[in-house]
């Protein structure tokens, strides 16, 4: 670390109250496992939430190419598959329990290992500290556990693809009474059981996590880091971390009760049930009950996902353009918004339930609110760039991208936001169309966004451009072939979740284009497989990052050493002046938070 000093920026000022933070982290003995495996450095934590959420994106994204060639594909025998899958594709063909798995697994690792653990646990864990100006986390170890409690959960729900009778099957929603009867399908015996083990370990790495983050950000600042000095991206985790806090342990509620219906003879979710004409005992319970539990957690996991994406993309813009963000505090009352709008619209979910129109009335009414400080992103976002000096590095094309897919997926939003034309919509393609556009491809476009923007700064090389350009034009392309159709399958009436669709003339129509999704799902899904390479290969072999402030940020993470140790800064933590984005300033390029702000200045 020392001899990295010489490159802390020279407006580096003396921070008497962090004296006792740089003792307590900067002298401890470290060996292989407390360094790399067991580590309490937040930036440790970051890379192995990432690396393992890479992982279970590349098994998620494998098997929605399994599924999607058997919709693209239906009759056709692939002996690689038996191979591959065994009795679930006997004859080379996938069989229905094994394709209602795959859909299930798909959805429940992407939602939740990904796209939860693996954004907002990387980037929560790498950058508050590095941006707020804090040696680590408040508790260092609950964040080390945080990350052990992700990876049990992972081994357990990755355990489950090989019993027996394989994983869950009844939907990533684990529904009841799929989900609450071991009778109902093979995959809701012993599968479902390390399901909601799996998912409830999960929800406490989240609670563990979230109050680390939100402990830190109030009460480990920097001195001169006011809240109002934070950048956009420490906004974002902050609000999301609130929104876990608040509604994972309502799911986690939810999964309790269905154990209890599963194991103990209780009726919260099950009532008049046959099975083989047979009544069971079970009576008072209502399946509704679960998916209001579900749900509550269920819609602002959607802005559980997003948030960071769009903190992320602001900062990267605002970096790429080289001009200030565009309405700060709107920016930060819009976070708000939508984080307190977030828990008022589970709802809407629901339309086909039997809901009271009244109250539906209600829910539509509050859902079609969040497009506001929805549209007040978009606009600033677009203000930002406008007339911006653009840099187009891969990371800026994914931040665009995601603005793109955040338009585009939004204005769908509002289709299934009305109850009368969800009634529709619902359990058809256009639903599946719309959250993959707006929560999963636009969240991973964030996600990559912040992968090549902070690459140098995790392992001081960089990743290859020229891989860097093909992953984004053909994941940007391919996102829009593979899902912009979908939306008029789902106008049509085309069911999800079907196995095939041969038995109706009706939908005889569209084997082509499920041909074409599929034949495009899987050029995309290579591409992902691609960047695996260009992440991995430079790490070792990456061009060397030889100067601290690549990008020409303004942002604390870049005052420290090109390879920070545990502590982040060798010597005293910087202290900060100014706001987070001032660019194109008075004539200069750029001015870092640590320049102290002169008399002739002017304003913001």
Known sequence: MSNETSHVHTSVVSVPHETHDEVHHGHHHETFLTKYVFSQDHKTIAKQFLITGMFWALLGGLFSVIFRLQLGYPDAKFPWMETLLGEWAKGGQLQAEAYYALVTMH????????????????????????????????????NMLSYWFFF????????????????????????????????????????????LVSMALFVVSSLLGGLNYIATVLNMRTKGMSMTRLPLTIWAFFFTAVLGVLSFPVLFSGFILLIFDRHFGTSFYLSDIYINGQALPNEGGSAILYQHLFWFLGHPEVYIILLPAMGMASEILSVNSRKPIFGYMAMIG??????????????????????????????????????????????????????????????????????????????????????????????????????????????????????????????????NNTLGYIHFWVTMIGAYLIFWPMHYQGLAGVPRRYYKFDIWESFK????????????????????????????????????????????????????????????????????????????????????????????????
């Open 107 to 142: 959805g429940t690792v992407l939602v939740f290992f990904v796209l939860t653990a693996g954004l907002s646990g990387t980037f929560s864990n790498f950058l508050i500290p590095l941006q707020v100006g804090a040696r680590d986390m408040a508790s260092p170890f609950l």
């Open 509 to 604: 129509h569209y084997d082509g284009l499920n041909k074409f999704i599929s034949i495009v799902a899987i050029i995309v899904f290579l591409v992902q497989i691609l960047f695996i390479f260009n992440f991995f290969y430079s790490i070792w072999k990456g061009r060397k990052v030889t100067t601290q402030n690549p990008w020409g940020a303004n942002t604390l993470e870049w005052t420290t050493p090109i390879n920070p140790g545990h502590g982040n800064w060798a010597g005293e933590i910087p202290e900060v002046h100014r706001w987070a984005y001032d660019y194109g300033k008075d004539g200069k390029d750029f001015i870092p938070q640590t320049t102290p702000v002169s008399a002739d200045e002017s304003k913001h």
């Open 334 to 463: 819009s976070l708000f918004a939508i984080t307190i709008l977030a828990f008022l619209v589970w709802a809407h979910h629901m339309f086909v339930t039997g809901l009271n129109p009244f109250l539906g009335a209600f829910f539509v009414l509050l859902t079609l609110l969040i497009a506001v400080p929805s549209a007040i992103k978009v606009f600033n976002w677009l203000t930002t760039i406008w007339r911006g000096n653009i840099r187009f590095t891969p990371a800026m094309l994914f931040a665009l991208g995601f603005v793109s897919l955040f338009i585009s997926g939004g204005l769908t939003g509002i289709f299934l936001g009305n109850s009368a034309l969800d009634i529709h919509l619902h359990d058809t393609y256009f639903v599946i169309a719309h959250f993959h556009i707006v929560m999963g491809v636009a969240s991973m476009f964030g996600m990559f966004a912040g992968i090549y923007h902070w690459y140098p700064k995790m392992y001081g090389r960089y990743l």
């Open 152 to 195: 049990t959960a992972s081994i357990i729900m990755l355990s489950s693809l090989f019993v027996q009778t394989g994983p869950f099957s009844g939907g990533w929603t684990a529904y009841p009474p799929l989900s609450a009867l071991g009778e109902a399908s093979p995959g809701s015996k012993v599968g479902m059981d390390l399901w």
